[in-house]
């Protein structure tokens, strides 16, 4: 069975994952979060935000996070202030 990458909203930081508790994971790992955070914390990202033009520190545009979900080919960091 082939997983499909979801995208998981903490806050401001967006992940590409397979499930909200390895979504969890991975910004534990990647944010040196704490226990603190907890599963209800993740949520998916909404379509509105999947489908907003993402902007680069710079201004320039960055695509969309759909466009940058449907590219990821594994577990990734796709927004946030990190």
């Known amino acids: 069975m082939v997983q499909e990458l979801k995208a998981y909203q903490l806050g401001d930081d967006i992940v590409a994952h397979y499930t909200p508790e390895k979504a969890l994971d991975f910004l534990r790992r990647f944010c040196g979060l704490t226990d603190e955070v907890s599963i209800e ?41 990190e």
């Open 41 to 81: 914390d993740i949520e998916l990202t909404s379509d509105v935000l999947l489908d907003t033009e993402m902007l680069e520190e710079d201004g320039t545009p960055a695509g969309t996070l759909r466009a940058h979900l449907a590219a990821a080919t594994e577990p990734c960091y796709l927004h946030g202030p």
